[in-house]
């Protein structure tokens, strides 16, 4: 029982990523029809924001301090950073633990900018060209969006470690009533389920309680009759473009702590989201999020060593032979809506 | 001529030219000058994956250009077609036709399954779908059949499958030379010629990549005007429209499907033939995604297009990377010092290591302005030059 609820549990964090990726990437099927594949590069520019946020708070002034000689009788230098200047060393301190939270102030401007640029700039004129036009040209796009990336930090993985109050694992198993450490949880992981819930939560209300969301739901099922209601749809599509965007980039944010960002980490879930969608039921929100969830559970599960002893291997595979059976079996997917992508 | 128009054989008849001259052409400075290190592109490496890339994208082609399926998975049947080469290779020895033979019929089988279950579904799913299966491909190379210790370690995994001296190899003569060769010419014998300044490489297993680059470009000239290239191009104008005609399209496009996997795999034996080892890294997916810009740069449904772009991508991938920042210094000194600097700073991010950078841009510049790639890029200057003369429709123009 425990394993399965530690099961359960890991799956979740991975699922969260899945499902907030295919959620952006739903999202912009949804409003603009046009497959992003340069979604992937979305989510690694949100998780170098909260590299660029740590490393702005450690950039430093050197100052002389007269009171001490170094060993060759210098006067020595200090470096004060300049959040201990402005702030003083105790919130600088608190400031430079609670980098990756904070990013997210940072992640959200930048990447509301990103989408409106990509969108207003890039994907506008592809709207009448073909599919395979459309997937090429954000192909392309993501190359170059990962190859700035590398210019400017490197191939290398970076650590960004989350804040000292979230480092360690939670023991679940003793608030379940199992004994102690049968199911060890780190705590960042809980905290990313509860943030990605958060944001599904919140995009999925924003939709279906505002005003703004009514119409692009309208526009969503019928894009030409919203226009003619005299609505600017183009513009709500542009704007609902920028909330997928930055949805993918704070699941970038968030994520820094659990896997070290490389500019190339996108590449794979890109292809993971694609099939998470997929099986979702291409343009269904609610079928994204479900598939995201489980395809991360069933991916968690494969990779018990009990599994692994009989089918070896199973866990690389599992996601894509489920999406596999899904297509046989169910041609549009979980939640597939009908005439989404039937021609 | 062979069954063909006149105008398809003389576009043959140019590209055996090519094939033949290109250790010439392709090394137009004389040996040991600094322009020869950078831009002289006739060594035998260059010039065979210029051969090898070439019939991977004509293959590519026959699937994306024709009936307008974008498969993104096409990398993972040229991986497959290496790892079965090098299996012959292991088992049986040097001997290059069994590993072509095989690799051809693996990827083939593989397309067969691949484009069994994507072909149910279209335009984007299909992209969506192929790109899955290959990443799974990928990831059974690259882990689960590449476990050293375990007893079904098909591919060796990171490493690479190479042929070690405990392998059976139960054919091999003494005679054989110990590398890849035809009837015992090995793949790597080569005549220099020197004349003059000029030293031109005259590769064996460059020569026959070029017979089969020939060959595969043959066969595609046939397909695209047989009646089943007819059946696959009205599959891309409308494919509904050929269903409630009461047709199914199903078994066109996963011929189709099929020949460009075996298109795949002939190029992916091929590579082997060259250097015997094969990695997982050549099924990845972005691999299958430079196979779509060398087929979109040269020009997509186009009989040369692929051709070009195959050259053009390998050719500028070649010079883009070679050049560093002491070569920008060179090359910019006619500039005033503090001008000179501030340009190479400028251009140090698009080249050397950077050069994933140029090419991406590049991509996406064709695509954005040039849908038609190089061919259509030639035709419009073409044009400017020939406005006068009638417009007769080009050989070239883009299957829409």
């Given at each position: 029982m425990d394993a399965i609820i530690l099961q359960i549990l890991n799956g979740l964090d991975k699922g969260s990523a899945y499902a907030l990726i295919a959620l952006g990437l739903t999202l912009i099927f949804g409003t603009l029809g046009v497959v992003n594949f340069a979604h992937g590069a979305l989510f690694v520019i949100g998780a170098f924001c909260a590299v660029t946020l740590n490393r702005i708070f450690s950039v430093s002034f050197e100052t002389i301090d007269p009171t001490k000689v170094d060993f060759l009788g210098n006067p020595a230098t200090i470096k004060t950073t300049y959040l201990e200047h402005w702030f003083g060393v105790g919130p600088a301190a608190w400031m430079t633990d609670w980098s990756v939270p904070l990013a997210i102030l940072l992640a959200i401007p930048v990447m509301l900018l990103v989408g409106v640029i990509m969108e207003r700039g890039l994907i506008k004129h592809f709207y009448k060209r073909p599919h395979a036009d459309q997937i090429l040209v954000t192909f392309g796009l993501a190359i170059v969006l990962q190859e700035i990336i590398k210019f400017f930090y490197g191939a290398n993985p970076i650590q960004t470690a989350p804040p000292d109050v979230f480092i360690g694992t939670m023991d679940l198993g003793v608030w379940l009533g199992f004994e102690a450490n049968a199911i060890a949880y780190p705590y960042w992981r809980m905290v990313y389920f509860l943030f990605s819930t958060v944001i599904i939560g919140g995009v999925f209300a924003f939709l279906q309680f505002t005003t703004f969301g009514m119409v692009v739901r309208a526009g969503m099922a019928d894009r030409e009759t919203v226009g003619l209601l005299g609505i600017d749809i183009d513009k709500r599509f542009t704007i609902t473009f920028a909330i997928a965007a930055t949805v993918a980039g704070l699941a970038g944010v968030m994520y820094t702590p659990i896997t070290p960002p490389?500019?190339?980490?996108?590449v794979e879930l890109l292809v993971l989201s694609f099939v998470v969608v997929v099986v979702g039921g291409m343009g269904s929100l609610p079928g994204a999020v479900l598939a995201g969830f489980l395809l991360g559970i069933v991916e968690s599960f494969a990779s018990m060593n009990e599994v692994k002893n009989i089918l070896p291997g199973i866990d690389q595979i599992i996601v894509y032979l489920m999406a596999i059976i899904v297509i046989l079996v169910r041609p549009r997917g979980l939640m597939g809506r009908k005439g989404v992508m039937e021609d | 001529m062979l069954g063909l128009e006149k105008k398809d054989f003389t576009l043959l008849l140019i590209v055996a030219v090519m094939v033949v001259l290109a250790p010439f052409v392709l090394n137009p400075f004389p040996e040991g000058t600094a322009m020869a290190q950078m831009f002289n592109a006739g060594y035998p490496d260059l010039m065979q994956r210029f051969a090898i890339f070439g019939i991977l994208v004509i293959g590519f082609n026959i699937l994306f250009g024709l009936t307008g399926y974008l498969s993104f998975g096409h990398a993972a049947f040229l991986g497959a077609g290496s790892y079965a080469a090098v299996w012959m290779f292991k088992l049986l020895g040097y001997d290059i036709i069994p590993a072509i033979l095989l690799s051809i019929a693996v990827s083939g089988l593989f397309s067969l399954a691949v484009g069994y279950v994507s072909l149910r579904r279209s335009g984007i799913y299909f992209s969506i779908l192929t790109l899955a299966l290959a990443q799974m491909m990928f990831n059974m190379a690259y882990s689960v059949l590449g476990n050293p210790s375990s007893s079904y370690n098909l591919t060796n995994g990171e490493t690479g499958l190479q042929v070690y001296n405990s392998d059976p190899q139960v054919l091999l003569s003494t005679t054989d030379p110990n590398f890849p060769h035809l009837f015992g010419l090995s793949m790597r014998s080569e005549t220099h010629l020197l004349i003059g300044n000029w030293d031109f490489t005259l590769n064996a297993g460059y020569y026959l990549s070029g017979l089969f680059l020939l060959l595969a470009f043959y066969v595609s000239i046939r397909i695209f005007r047989s009646p089943f290239g007819l059946m696959l191009r009205a599959v891309k104008s409308n494919q509904q429209r050929l269903n409630y005609t009461g047709l199914n399209t199903r078994p066109y496009t996963l011929m189709a499907f099929v020949i460009s996997g075996m298109y795949a795999g002939l190029a992916g034996g091929l590579l082997a033939c060259m250097d015997p080892l094969a990695g997982a890294e050549r099924m990845h997916w972005t691999a299958s995604g430079e196979i779509v810009i060398m087929s979109i740069l040269g020009g997509i449904g186009t009989l040369i297009g692929p051709i070009l772009g195959a050259g053009f991508n390998e050719y500028f991938k070649n010079i883009l990377s070679k050049i560093n920042d002491s070569v920008l210094h060179e090359w910019l000194a006619f500039l005033p010092d503090g001008f000179e600097d501030v340009m190479v700073t400028l251009i140090h991010p698009f080249v050397g290591k950077g050069w994933h950078l140029t090419l991406g841009l590049l991509f996406m510049m064709v695509i954005i302005f040039l849908p038609g790639g190089l061919v259509e890029g030639g035709q419009r200057i073409g044009k400017l030059f020939h406005r006068k003369k009638a417009n007769t429709p080009s050989d070239e123009t883009p299957t829409e």
């Amino acid at each position: 029982m425990d394993a399965i609820i530690l099961q359960i549990l890991n799956g979740l964090d991975k699922g969260s990523a899945y499902a907030l990726i295919a959620l952006g990437l739903t999202l912009i099927f949804g409003t603009l029809g046009v497959v992003n594949f340069a979604h992937g590069a979305l989510f690694v520019i949100g998780a170098f924001c909260a590299v660029t946020l740590n490393r702005i708070f450690s950039v430093s002034f050197e100052t002389i301090d007269p009171t001490k000689v170094d060993f060759l009788g210098n006067p020595a230098t200090i470096k004060t950073t300049y959040l201990e200047h402005w702030f003083g060393v105790g919130p600088a301190a608190w400031m430079t633990d609670w980098s990756v939270p904070l990013a997210i102030l940072l992640a959200i401007p930048v990447m509301l900018l990103v989408g409106v640029i990509m969108e207003r700039g890039l994907i506008k004129h592809f709207y009448k060209r073909p599919h395979a036009d459309q997937i090429l040209v954000t192909f392309g796009l993501a190359i170059v969006l990962q190859e700035i990336i590398k210019f400017f930090y490197g191939a290398n993985p970076i650590q960004t470690a989350p804040p000292d109050v979230f480092i360690g694992t939670m023991d679940l198993g003793v608030w379940l009533g199992f004994e102690a450490n049968a199911i060890a949880y780190p705590y960042w992981r809980m905290v990313y389920f509860l943030f990605s819930t958060v944001i599904i939560g919140g995009v999925f209300a924003f939709l279906q309680f505002t005003t703004f969301g009514m119409v692009v739901r309208a526009g969503m099922a019928d894009r030409e009759t919203v226009g003619l209601l005299g609505i600017d749809i183009d513009k709500r599509f542009t704007i609902t473009f920028a909330i997928a965007a930055t949805v993918a980039g704070l699941a970038g944010v968030m994520y820094t702590p659990i896997t070290p960002p490389t500019y190339d980490i996108g590449v794979e879930l890109l292809v993971l989201s694609f099939v998470v969608v997929v099986v979702g039921g291409m343009g269904s929100l609610p079928g994204a999020v479900l598939a995201g969830f489980l395809l991360g559970i069933v991916e968690s599960f494969a990779s018990m060593n009990e599994v692994k002893n009989i089918l070896p291997g199973i866990d690389q595979i599992i996601v894509y032979l489920m999406a596999i059976i899904v297509i046989l079996v169910r041609p549009r997917g979980l939640m597939g809506r009908k005439g989404v992508m039937e021609d | 001529m062979l069954g063909l128009e006149k105008k398809d054989f003389t576009l043959l008849l140019i590209v055996a030219v090519m094939v033949v001259l290109a250790p010439f052409v392709l090394n137009p400075f004389p040996e040991g000058t600094a322009m020869a290190q950078m831009f002289n592109a006739g060594y035998p490496d260059l010039m065979q994956r210029f051969a090898i890339f070439g019939i991977l994208v004509i293959g590519f082609n026959i699937l994306f250009g024709l009936t307008g399926y974008l498969s993104f998975g096409h990398a993972a049947f040229l991986g497959a077609g290496s790892y079965a080469a090098v299996w012959m290779f292991k088992l049986l020895g040097y001997d290059i036709i069994p590993a072509i033979l095989l690799s051809i019929a693996v990827s083939g089988l593989f397309s067969l399954a691949v484009g069994y279950v994507s072909l149910r579904r279209s335009g984007i799913y299909f992209s969506i779908l192929t790109l899955a299966l290959a990443q799974m491909m990928f990831n059974m190379a690259y882990s689960v059949l590449g476990n050293p210790s375990s007893s079904y370690n098909l591919t060796n995994g990171e490493t690479g499958l190479q042929v070690y001296n405990s392998d059976p190899q139960v054919l091999l003569s003494t005679t054989d030379p110990n590398f890849p060769h035809l009837f015992g010419l090995s793949m790597r014998s080569e005549t220099h010629l020197l004349i003059g300044n000029w030293d031109f490489t005259l590769n064996a297993g460059y020569y026959l990549s070029g017979l089969f680059l020939l060959l595969a470009f043959y066969v595609s000239i046939r397909i695209f005007r047989s009646p089943f290239g007819l059946m696959l191009r009205a599959v891309k104008s409308n494919q509904q429209r050929l269903n409630y005609t009461g047709l199914n399209t199903r078994p066109y496009t996963l011929m189709a499907f099929v020949i460009s996997g075996m298109y795949a795999g002939l190029a992916g034996g091929l590579l082997a033939c060259m250097d015997p080892l094969a990695g997982a890294e050549r099924m990845h997916w972005t691999a299958s995604g430079e196979i779509v810009i060398m087929s979109i740069l040269g020009g997509i449904g186009t009989l040369i297009g692929p051709i070009l772009g195959a050259g053009f991508n390998e050719y500028f991938k070649n010079i883009l990377s070679k050049i560093n920042d002491s070569v920008l210094h060179e090359w910019l000194a006619f500039l005033p010092d503090g001008f000179e600097d501030v340009m190479v700073t400028l251009i140090h991010p698009f080249v050397g290591k950077g050069w994933h950078l140029t090419l991406g841009l590049l991509f996406m510049m064709v695509i954005i302005f040039l849908p038609g790639g190089l061919v259509e890029g030639g035709q419009r200057i073409g044009k400017l030059f020939h406005r006068k003369k009638a417009n007769t429709p080009s050989d070239e123009t883009p299957t829409e």
